[in-house]
């Protein structure tokens, strides 16, 4: 048995205050002088409404979430992203209202985490790209991962065209992203569901792709050192995930529920409390998001 031992931090209030301390300057200084037309010139480079985690984590979401309402539809959708991160369903009624961009994906999304636990279809959908999108969630919410798996297989070749007419995606920024997040999936697919030996090569090379600061970077180091252990390596580590959604750049709630969870089945090889740190943490989010079938796993 791996002696892997580590003194973990206090589990995080993940809805709690962060401040702006770590966010761009300008964005900052526009944001607090209600500069709004160059805010959001200032968002276009740091907030994807497709793949909200990022380098700044939490203290990019509250500043999004105080956003003026009816102001822009590109404004609508960064809230209504954020809002569905946090489970703030209320708020998001009255964002949905406003007329943000692309309602069918956030829509979506929301049924996905709101579902009971009897449900296991995808929401309506009325482009291909919205399955994509749907499909991940829906089979983290089943823990389906075999199906995962899959879609990881797919999701890797599919770039659709309209990445490139949205004003809420960031396409340099994304388009790195997505080398990181499409194999890290892939190496998720492989670990739960296929080679563990591929999983591990997959995630190693994750950790080179993307963005720096970028928080699959760290969830890809913790997966290719845990890897190991499910081979059977024995060999000592220290986790890098519950310092980082301890930050106040760490992620949204929801983006820290995924992430436990691709990572608990492997925390059962580790001699210490990380299991059920990582366990009691991902129910409260559950909980708060008001997700059943997130509840019981």
């Not at 959001?40 to 480079?45: H, S």
């Amino acid at each position: 048995m791996p002696t892997s031992s580590q003194e973990l931090p206090a589990e995080p209030d993940l809805w709690a205050p962060v401040g702006f301390e770590h966010l761009p300057h300008d964005l900052v200084s526009a944001f607090r002088g209600g500069d709004w037309p160059q805010v959001r010139v200032r968002l276009q480079t740091v907030m994807d409404a497709m793949i909200t985690d990022g380098p700044y984590g939490r203290e990019l979401f509250q500043l999004v979430l105080q956003l003026p309402i009816g102001f822009d539809p590109v404004f609508e959708r960064y809230r209504a992203s954020a809002m569905v991160d946090h489970g703030e369903w209320d708020a998001l009624r009255n964002s949905l209202a406003a007329q943000p961009l692309e309602p069918t994906e956030v829509l979506g999304v929301r049924d996905i985490i709101t579902a009971p636990v009897d449900r296991s279809r995808l929401p309506a959908v009325t482009e291909p790209h919205q399955r994509m999108l749907f499909e991940p969630y829906e089979f983290q919410a089943r823990r389906s991962m075999g199906p995962y798996r899959h879609w990881a297989q797919r999701v890797a070749n599919y770039y659709p065209a309209l990445l490139w007419k949205r004003d809420d995606i960031p396409i340099g920024r994304h388009l790195r992203l997505r080398r990181l997040h499409d194999a890290l999936c892939l190496a998720i697919g492989e670990a739960h569901a296929g080679r563990l030996e591929v999983a591990h090569a997959l995630a190693r090379e994750s950790q080179r792709l993307g963005d720096e600061g970028e928080p699959m970077r760290v969830l890809a180091r913790d997966l290719a050192e845990l890897v190991r252990l499910g081979m059977g390596e024995k060999h000592d580590f220290d986790l890098a995930l519950p310092a980082q959604v301890c930050l106040p750049t760490g992620p949204s709630p929801q983006g820290v529920w995924e992430f436990l969870l691709f990572l608990m089945p492997f925390l059962a090889l580790r001699d210490d409390e990380s299991l059920g740190w990582a366990a009691r943490l991902a129910e409260r989010i559950a909980v708060r998001l008001a997700a059943p079938r997130a509840e019981l796993q």
